[in-house]
């Protein structure tokens, strides 16, 4: 499979959508901040992170202290931001 065809497939999902348009509109989040945000379970958001990281949509940026412990900060891959369908995409209703 192409880089394309992956990323049509990652995105084929609602929640891969919202997550991908948050960290678009915040540079990077944790997985606690994606789920207060977008109202869903750390364990269903660590899915769609893992998704689409493995498609090369998401990478973790960096990291951070939260409550006592280091949380991984996710951010868009530049293939997303060079990627014109997929900003196209991300802004049709879901």
């Keep these: 499979m192409t880089r394309h065809q992956d990323f049509m497939k990652a995105l084929r999902h609602p929640v891969r959508r ?4 948050l960290c678009l509109e915040r540079d990077m989040v944790t997985v606690g901040e ?17 998704t689409l990281s493995d498609c090369g949509a998401l990478k973790q940026v960096g990291s951070k202290m939260v409550k006592g412990s280091e ?10 931001l060079e990627t014109n369908w997929i900003l196209e ?6």
């Design 34 to 50: 994606a789920a207060k945000t977008l109202r869903h379970p750390q364990y269903n958001l660590r899915y769609h992170i893992g």
């Design 71 to 80: 949380a991984g900060c996710w951010g868009v891959t530049p293939a997303v």
């Design 89 to 94: 995409i991300l802004n049709l209703p879901l």
């Design 18 to 21: 919202e997550l991908l348009k």
